[in-house]
């Protein structure tokens, strides 16, 4: 059975700092990786998706890196801004029969004006 | 292109009482995935239905169900309510089944109070 782990669970920085969230998982098997962020009583907005061909996607400020075969995954925040403050969450996909999205516990994060 | 819908937004029950919360995905989606999220056990998988037909099922008992509709609209049905229901339900649609990313976009969820 999947199972992921998000560190830290939560970071408060001030604006402007880059940041580095980090995600793993333990059955490498994997389909695709998705990173969504939630606020408080929301849904989820999904970020980035990676698919497991691929080490990295990026979008705007954020980048995501995968490693597969170490069942790891990193995203990175350039800039960080006090919109940024939300829940980060990692959620892996084995496709097939599996159990839907496994998610992490996520990380809080507070960016401080 | 319209995102994920979800209805009603809020719902508060009586333990005992049975509750259904409605979903419409992305138009041309076809699978339709349902979680659970509380504080203590985070987000969790429910079951997923594609083409109107259930496929995969999280660790959940019988008293969780649901159906998709020819028009790939997913409904979930709790019966006999108990106050571990209490949590935030979101329903995801993907692209699964039509060559791809199988990139799941959420909806806002449903807020189900049980009293």
């Known amino acids: 059975k999947q199972e992921v782990t998000q560190i830290p669970a939560a970071l408060s920085v001030p604006e402007g700092e880059n940041l580095v969230l980090n995600c793993s998982f333990t059955?490498?098997?994997?389909?695709?990786l998705q990173w969504f962020r939630q606020d408080p009583g929301k849904g989820l907005t999904s970020l980035l998706l990676?698919?497991?061909?691929?080490r990295e996607q990026t979008s705007g400020r954020l980048n995501a890196s995968l490693d597969k075969s170490s069942g790891r995954s990193t995203l990175y925040i350039a800039a960080s801004q006090p919109g940024d403050s939300a829940t980060y969450l990692c959620?892996?996909?084995?496709?097939?029969?599996?159990?839907?999205?496994?998610f992490g516990k996520g990380t809080h994060l507070i960016i401080q004006p | 292109k319209a995102g994920v819908t979800q209805t009603p937004r809020y719902l508060i029950k009586t333990r005992g009482q049975q509750v259904t919360l409605s979903c419409s995905p992305i138009?041309?989606?076809?699978?339709v995935s349902w979680y659970q999220q509380t504080p203590g056990q985070g987000l969790q998988f429910l079951f997923e239905?594609?083409?109107?037909?259930?496929?995969n099922k999280g660790n959940f008992p019988g008293r969780f169900s649901g159906r998709q509709f020819s028009n790939s609209r997913s409904e979930m049905n709790v019966s006999t309510l108990e106050l571990g229901d209490s949590a935030l339900y979101l329903c995801?649609?993907?692209?699964?089944?039509?060559?791809?990313?199988?990139?799941?976009?959420f909806g806002p969820g449903t807020r189900l109070t049980v009293t």
């Open positions: 959620a892996p996909y084995s496709g097939g029969g599996a159990d839907g999205l496994t």
């Open positions: 990676i698919q497991s061909s691929q």
């Open positions: 239905y594609f083409s109107e037909t259930q496929r």
């Open positions: 995801a649609s993907s692209d699964r089944g039509t060559g791809g990313s199988y990139e799941q976009y």
């Open positions: 138009s041309g989606h076809r699978s």
């Open positions: 059955d490498s098997a994997i389909y695709n």
